[in-house]
């Protein structure tokens, strides 16, 4: 085999492209052999002699251990390409097939980035588009024949959705059910959980599904497993659906928008449907997906967003930018149009979170850490108005797993028989158990037993709830503790966390890595509570974007979010609590703090963290009405 290195010559107009001619051969273990032909996009879709082919596949290991002869010079490729090629390749007729890693110049990012603004225009133009799930496997290829023999596309088989279709198993000659054979092995192939495979699809003209030589169309194999499917989650009561369907459900909703766009659809339900193809709806229905190049979890779909203009004023198709910087702004773009509740769950502890900002959304993509690029010089900030908020002053050992806690303290849960006796639950019992519980641990956190003291201490001195006694904290702190264990639905999850006490005498059960002295900053109210470790100010990329006036800010890094508190636990349950309440008060226990909007505190309580309303004098020095001035902070 020659050994010289093929190399890319320049593409020349604006919507080229490069075509494999992938030669013909007898033998699947023959040397791949093709050439590279550019062709202009434009010209391709009136071409109704030479159409070609757009193969979409998973990339898997990097390693280049096969080579593909580019008239006659040898081109590296995959182990996983190599196998597509050679199966998808003819025996006697050159295939013209378009497969990203020959025919884009993986070493120019500037042509990698006009070719992927290009993506779409390729796979709606390509004749036909080949999934290829890798070489043969004995199921998948059994459910391909029986989708060749049962399901046409002209006049398909009616498969009831009740009805198991079951096939002999060769290898122990007993029966497995169709179903069974799709979960295990064709619904699990790692091509549904490549981030590139969405848009590729939906742009499909008419998607092929291939597993070695064997292939079907991708609508008759919905036809055939979509019954099964639905049947399998109602008999099971799993109710999420498979990749198989959220793909063809986005796929259906594309071809929609864009046949009826002014159509049929009236504006409500046209406005549905685009919702639905926004970035943002896209990459929750993708969460979890696996990336080689992290860039790629927003450039993979700008092809088929409805909202592509608006995400174009954060971030376009460019790999000369840093992972740090594309998450920056698509992180940007999510926080225009979501609330931090909506944002919080996409932010995860993917390996992403060592190089993006701490606030920017990752949706739990996977990738290899061997993989990622190193930290940008500087970091990227998003400010954020906050509500109030507190520092965390003490903080309890790991708390223990809920089947120990349940079965010690399950006299406790019963809310009937805690109100009917006025009896709370013994705050003293609870912490002789978490100490039992904790006697290996290194013991450098707080006395549990002191926090119903401190906790009054805390409301006295901001003279916020003057009736309430130690004994009644004492043991309202034992009653969300056991709550916070008997409602999994709650949000939080008390097993392997930390309670926290704040500087404002709330109480939060708090994740392993919080430490004393972080921040826990509400932005709204009923909003999940921002967990912030405090920092100096940073030059940061986006200076420009911050207006610092009028405003004092706090700094910091997000380290995780709560989603409930004693207090606002106490004010939902505040009906059970009434027997507990003072009789010369008419406000609940530790009733909620008036919305941040109306301003009620006007001094500093946490390190120059301040809101509420103050008076300002404008340009003509005349003492102006109270403006609102609420505490922002930067995080980074």
């Not at 702004?329 to 060592?354: D, F, H, K, Q």
């Not at 999850?493 to 309670?499: A, C, E």
């Amino acid at each position: 085999m020659n050994e010289s290195k093929y190399e890319y010559s320049l593409i020349i107009n604006d919507d080229g492209i490069r075509i494999l001619i992938l030669e013909p051969a007898k033998c699947r273990d023959d040397d791949l052999k093709g050439s590279l032909q550019e062709v202009s996009l434009a010209q391709q879709r009136d071409d109704l002699i030479d159409p070609y082919t757009a193969l979409s596949y998973v990339w898997g290991d990097l390693t280049l251990c096969d080579n593909i002869l580019i008239d006659n010079c040898e081109l590296g490729i995959t182990k996983n390409l190599s196998a597509a090629l050679r199966d998808l390749r003819d025996t006697s007729r050159a295939h013209r097939v378009w497969a990203d890693a020959i025919c884009i110049d993986q070493k120019n990012d500037a042509e990698k980035s006009n070719q992927v603004a290009l993506m779409g225009e390729i796979y709606s133009g390509a004749t036909h588009t080949v999934i290829y799930l890798g070489p043969h496997n004995l199921y998948v290829d059994a459910i391909i024949e029986w989708v060749k023999q049962h399901v046409d596309s002209d006049n398909p088989q009616v498969i009831s959705q009740n009805s198991l279709v079951l096939f002999k198993d060769e290898s122990t000659g007993g029966d497995v059910s169709l179903i069974d054979m799709a979960l295990d092995s064709l619904l699990v192939n790692p091509w549904f959980r490549r981030i590139w495979v969405l848009q590729e699809l939906v742009l499909s003209k008419e998607p092929w599904v291939q597993c070695g030589r064997k292939r079907v169309r991708w609508i008759n194999l919905c036809r055939l497993l979509f019954p099964q499917l639905k049947w399998h989650r109602e008999s099971t009561r799993t109710y999420r659906e498979t990749d198989l369907e959220t793909m063809d459900n986005l796929r259906i909703r594309y071809q929609r928008v864009r046949s009826n766009y002014g159509s049929d659809l009236v504006p409500t339900q046209l406005e549905e449907e685009e919702d639905e193809l926004s970035l943002q709806r896209i990459l929750e229905c993708r969460k979890g997906c696996q990336v080689s190049d992290p860039r790629d979890v927003v450039f993979a779909h700008m092809g088929i967003i409805s909202d592509r203009q608006h995400v174009e004023k954060f971030t376009k198709i460019d790999y000369r930018k840093t992972v740090s910087e594309v998450f920056a702004a698509v992180g940007r773009y999510t926080w225009s149009l979501r609330s931090p509740n909506e944002i919080v769950p996409e932010i995860t502890p993917s390996p992403l979170r060592a190089i993006i900002p701490s606030w920017a959304p990752d949706w739990g993509i996977q990738i290899d850490q061997d993989r990622l690029r190193g930290k940008p010089s500087f970091p990227h900030a998003l400010a954020v108005i906050v509500g109030r908020a507190a520092k965390i002053l003490q903080l309890s050992d790991i708390l223990p797993t809920a089947s120990s806690f349940e079965t010690e303290f399950k006299d406790m849960f019963h809310y009937g028989t805690f109100y009917r006796s006025r009896e709370g639950p013994s705050w003293g019992r609870i912490v002789r158990f978490l100490r039992s519980t904790n006697e290996s641990a290194t013991r450098n956190v707080a006395d549990l037993d002191s926090w119903p003291r401190e906790i009054y201490a805390l409301v006295r001195e901001r003279k916020q709830y003057t009736t309430v006694k130690p004994e009644l904290i004492s043991s309202l702190l034992a009653q969300y503790l056991c709550w916070s264990y008997s409602k999994p639905d709650s949000g939080i999850d008390p097993s392997h966390s930390r309670l926290a006490l704040l500087s404002d005498g709330n109480v939060i059960i708090a994740t392993p890595e919080v430490s004393v002295g972080n921040i826990v900053a509400h932005l709204r109210q009923q909003w999940p509570k921002f967990i912030v470790r405090p920092c100096e100010p940073q030059a940061t990329a986006d200076s420009n974007r911050l207006d610092l006036k009028d405003s004092i800010y706090g700094h910091g890094s997000l380290v995780s979010v709560c989603e409930s508190e004693l207090r606002t636990h106490l004010n939902e349950n505040f009906f059970y609590l009434k027997n507990f309440a003072p009789k010369t008060t008419r406000d609940p226990i530790f009733s909620r703090y008036p919305h941040p909007y109306i301003g009620a505190w006007k001094e500093p309580f946490i390190d120059g963290w301040r809101g509420g309303l103050e008076e300002y004098k404008n340009e003509d020095g005349v003492l102006a009405p109270r403006k609102l001035s609420l505490p922002r902070l930067v995080l980074y």
